[in-house]
């Protein structure tokens, strides 16, 4: 399990504190789980997906926006 958590956070490009942030639990809860000093339940691995899914959903938003401000260039 520490080694899937740990791939998230690697892969996702946030860090720690901010992916902890998106998914609503805290920075220590997340740091117990990367060290295997706790295991996270079923239900806390569910809120990592969901804050790493709103976490892209803004970061589609951003794009969307900042192309259609952007000046068309051809």
């Known amino acids: 399990m ?3 958590i ?3 956070v690697t892969e996702s490009g946030v860090t720690q504190q901010q992916l902890a942030r998106d998914a609503g639990f805290s920075y220590a809860a997340l740091h117990a789980w990367l ?3 706790r295991a996270p339940s079923a239900r806390s691995l569910l809120q990592l997906i969901d804050g790493l899914e709103a976490r892209a959903e803004e970061l ?3 794009a969307e926006s900042l192309r259609s401000e952007s000046p068309k260039v051809l």
Request: glycine share 8%.
């Open 6 to 8: 740990r791939r998230i």
């Open 35 to 37: 060290t295997g000093a």
């Open 60 to 62: 589609q938003r951003l």
């Open 2 to 4: 520490r080694r899937l």
